[in-house]
């Protein structure tokens, strides 16, 4: 029975140490893949849905995924655009609890 709990209590210290570790290790949160943009066919570009309003952009639009941008090879319309998409810079711990859903991320529209 002794030895059960030191398992035990190796275990919980173990994961403790795992949780501090992981808020110290720097990672960077990248945009995902459904993030929602809208795709400018015209310029072939696509822009931030909190860009659209200054984008000056024609009326050859649609709304798509940051995934199809990429496939389409259409690249940013503008600054704003590129800085929207920009990763951000996390620890290992926040960047884990943004990409499963927990904390929200800037690209979640």
Not at 22 to 40: C, F, G, M, Q, W
Not at 55 to 79: I, P, R
Not at 81 to 92: G, H, P, V
């Amino acid at each position: 029975m002794f030895h059960i709990k030191k398992v035990i209590l190796f275990m919980i210290v173990g994961f403790v140490f795992l949780c501090l570790i992981s808020l110290i290790i720097p990672k960077e949160t990248t945009p995902p893949n459904d993030a929602r943009v809208i795709l400018e066919h015209t310029s072939e570009t696509y822009i931030a849905p909190s860009c659209f309003e200054q984008a000056d952009a024609t009326n050859f639009l649609q709304e798509g995924k940051l995934e199809e941008a990429e496939e389409l090879s259409y690249q940013a319309h503008d600054d704003c655009t590129k800085k929207a998409f920009q990763s951000e810079k996390d620890s290992l711990f926040m960047s884990t609890l943004r990409s499963i859903g927990l904390i929200k991320t800037k690209w979640d529209e």
